[in-house]
């Protein structure tokens, strides 16, 4: 079945705590991005990945890294997590730009 | 810059009745692609349609079509005879062509079905 998986599904941390969100993809699919989802805000893209190795800046990049370094798996992490990076996460996979975008389930996090 | 604007926050429409969610959108890139994604109360993103900037012909798929005027920079989404299940937040979304991966959303509309 074609997927994309995120894990973990809910985490609650503390400030500061490093955490990696993981994300994987079984299409085979060169482009891939994360999104936060705030309420009012809709969603906004953190980074996005058009093939290993190539990552760049979305939207709203501050306190968070990414990495590609295999085509099926783009994890993201927060370093030092911040309580304004509560959100709902999600990663999103797709063949090319102008087809649609598979998402993951997204990933809930808290940060007390 | 990219921009996406969804004016109507929510809506109320009568089962049955067809719906037109508001996307407006401004880019100066020639090469863009819009998109219309639905979030139910379950929180999963579902695709619904598609419409290139390029595209001579409204997009459809079944009871969705995209009414596409790109003079005024519209992507409105029309949703056919409603039914209960289309009850959830609707998201407008834009891609552009040139080298970046930039995709915007909107804010959303919440579109509440009644009975």
């Known amino acids: 079945e074609a997927q994309v998986t995120q894990n973990p599904r809910y985490l609650i941390t503390v400030t500061g705590k490093k955490l990696t969100v993981t994300c994987s993809q079984n299409?085979?699919?060169?482009?891939m991005s994360w999104y936060r989802q705030d309420p009012g805000l809709g969603l906004r893209q953190i980074y996005y990945?058009?093939?290993?190795?190539?990552?760049d800046k979305g939207d709203v990049p501050e306190g968070y890294k990414v990495s590609r370094k295999e085509k099926r798996n783009f994890p993201l992490i927060l370093e030092s997590p911040s309580p304004n990076q509560t959100s709902l996460y999600f990663c999103?996979?797709?063949?090319?730009?102008?087809?649609?975008?598979?998402f993951g389930p997204g990933t809930r996090l808290t940060v007390t | 810059a990219q921009k996406i604007t969804q004016t109507q926050p929510g809506m109320f429409v009568q089962e049955k009745e067809a719906v037109t969610l508001d996307c407006t959108y401004d880019?100066?890139?020639?090469?863009?692609?819009l998109f219309w994604y639905k979030q139910p109360s379950s929180g999963e993103m579902i695709f619904l349609i598609y419409?290139?900037?390029?595209?001579?012909q409204n997009a459809t798929e079944g009871r969705y079509s995209l009414n596409f005027q790109k003079a005024r920079k519209s992507a409105n989404l029309v949703i056919s005879a409603s039914q209960l299940g289309d009850s959830a937040m609707y998201f407008c979304?834009?891609?552009?062509?040139?080298?970046?991966?930039?995709?915007?959303f909107g804010k959303g509309t919440r579109l509440h079905i009644l009975p």
């Open positions: 999103a996979s797709s063949s090319g730009r102008f087809v649609e975008q598979y």
């Open positions: 299409m085979n699919h060169e482009y």
């Open positions: 419409q290139g900037s390029y595209d001579q």
């Open positions: 880019t100066s890139d020639p090469s863009y692609g």
């Open positions: 979304a834009m891609r552009e062509g040139n080298r970046d991966d930039k995709i915007i």
């Open positions: 990945s058009m093939n290993v190795e190539v990552t």
